[in-house]
């Protein structure tokens, strides 16, 4: 299957990761095109379409899994470890392992199977869609993954409300690790306002310095 574009990939080509179909049970909610989210109910299953997309010149092979997350003060953490929330648990992807030939995407089923026992509350994961290490254009090894969010609110007990900024989360690193791409926007922005503080600071120096020179030789 031809694409015209893959969401969450940075440059020309690489891995890309999307919302394939909207769920009946979720259409007209706001953030259903871009999150997993649901309204879980306990001994309840659910399932998603989602598209993984290799939109390079090279076959790709590609592993889908779920991993928890965490969401505080308004930032969505994806999290390496599992942690007691239960949703990556509860989650499964088919198939786990997707060969994707040059210039393709392959349709993939996220299902969520919610235990009798579930108590109320809010759940936050992510579905990763990683690749083993290939070659980047300077010939680098890399690590690449993209992911899609989920947000699952079980019951009544749902608190947490997606930030519409960014639908996908993407690591390109050249080892093992994981940074959503708003972190590393943050990161890079603190970095440059950083410089022009420090640049500013250097500037009324260098003026002042000007300046008794001036003093200088007026007095002399």
Known sequence: MKFPSAAGVPGDGGLG?????????????????????????????????????N??????????????????????QPLEKVVPNGLADWTSVSPKIAKLPPHTEVIATVTIKVPA??????????????TGTFPNSNAIGGVSRVGIRMYDQIGDGGTGTPSPSTSTAVDNTPGPGSHSVEFI??????????????????VRREQKKAEKRRKKKRSS
């Open 55 to 76: 939109s390079t010149g090279a076959p790709m092979t590609v592993s889908l899994f779920p991993k928890s997350a965490t969401y505080t003060n308004g930032i969505f």
């Open 17 to 53: 990761i999307r919302i394939a179909e909207i769920p009946n049970e979720v259409h007209g909610q706001p953030f259903a095109g871009a999150y997993i989210v649901f309204k879980l109910a306990p001994s309840k299953t659910y399932s998603e379409k989602i598209a993984v997309s």
């Open 117 to 130: 026992n579930a108590t109320a509350g809010q759940q936050y994961g992510i579905v990763w869609a990683s």
């Open 185 to 202: 926007w943050l990161g890079l922005s603190l970095l440059l306002i950083s410089i022009i503080i420090i640049g500013g600071i250097a």
